[in-house]
């Protein structure tokens, strides 16, 4: 089968990209919006509208597969790549990309992805069309993506849901109410991105854990609910704490004590402005919390991006977790690499991304998801919690519904 032709459509996300540097730095928060100047090169708003592209595959007997492109939040920040407009990447992947496809046989997934991900070109770009090229395959084969990940990786597909994360945004009481409910794995991330939300010397954080603590049990939707309680602090502990890893490490503790008897996770607790020292950063701050028997645990983020920067941050052991961010890891080859290293190297592995995809790039990494089993998958797009629980959670209930089946 081949493909006879690719079409593009511009589209929106589930969420906005915002200037991550205006946020931490001048930035007002005003309603929904941020009032002030944008820093980050491409923003004409410290908060805009999130784009994306999805990438339609006409294949040979009229079927469609379909990808969709998309950046993170916060792009243009932390080692990532510029802004994804849809007006000035449309035109990319029209003149570089569909010859490479259009006319060709539909072979394997792995083959395929090669293809565009071994381009110079976007992340958003070959986060998208490799999607469209899992979809191909499985089309096809008449077969479900997760199985074709499956098939060709040597995996065993879960016979049970993967755990999934929710996020709050910035009702991180309200939203965290709607997680419980629906009894969400874990919870709630928070967005803790300001001086604001932490308190000066973190001591709004520690509240907001005791407060997430009493609010699991106090609703919780049945009997020994015991969610895991992941907090995304984006650098700002560091900034609070003057970069002083002792008192950084004194105050997780502080946090664990709130927040037990749930296991709590601490995403980004520091910030260095770079891979190498933000690789050795958490990796000592990982050596003192475990050499003093605090069980928080570490989750690497920001500069944690690529496939490559995955593995250095494994191999040295920095944090507990590593945040696979699928947009920023370009094709979505690389993400199942990145979760078979983390899972055969001692990391945990949190299939991420961000709120600002689409429902298409969710369904899409909730197949990578039941193929290759990390230890919690984040729910996504947007902000809302309920639309991006129900995309992620329907679409594992149906891969576990018909892979016996197809």
Known sequence: MIIKNIICAPGRTGFFFDDQKAIKTTAQADGNAYIGEPCTPGFTRVRQA?????????????????????????????????????????????????????????????????????????????????????????KKNKKLMAQIVAQEYGLPLSDTLIPIF????DDRYTNVDKMILKGSDVLPHGLVNNMTKLGHKGEKLLEYAGWLRD??????????????????????????LDHNFEAIVDFLAKVEAAAAPFTIRIEGPVDMGAREPQVEALATLRQMVESQGIATEIVADE??????????FTDNKAGHM?????????????????IRYCKANNMGAYL????????????VCTHIAMATRPDQM?????????EGYMIVYNEMQRILALKDVL
């Open 322 to 338: 590593a945040q696979i961010k699928t947009p920023d890891l370009g094709g979505i080859n690389n993400t199942i690499e990145a």
């Open 50 to 138: 999130g784009e994306s592209i999805s990438v339609l595959f006409i294949l040979e007997n009229g079927e469609i597969a379909h990808g969709d492109c998309a950046a993170v939040q916060y792009s243009g920040t932390g080692g990532r790549d510029p802004l994804f407009l849809a007006r000035d990447f449309i035109p990319v992947i029209e003149q570089d990309v569909a010859p490479l496809y259009i006319g060709k046989e539909i072979t394997t997934f792995r083959e395929m992805a090669h293809t565009v991900d071994s381009l110079p070109i976007h992340t958003a770009i070959r986060y998208g069309v490799t999607q469209s090229c899992l979809d191909a395959v499985a």
């Open 215 to 240: 609010r699991s049990i106090k609703i919780a939707p049945w009997e020994g609910y015991q969610p895991i309680l992941h907090i995304d602090v984006y650098g700002v502990l560091g900034i609070a």
């Open 166 to 169: 929710s996020q709050s945004g």
């Open 378 to 386: 984040l729910a996504k797009p947007g902000m809302g919690v309920d």
């Open 352 to 363: 991420g991304g961000t709120c600002n995809e689409t429902d298409r790039s969710g369904q």
């Open 303 to 312: 500069w944690c991006n690529t496939y490559e920067d995955i593995k250095i």
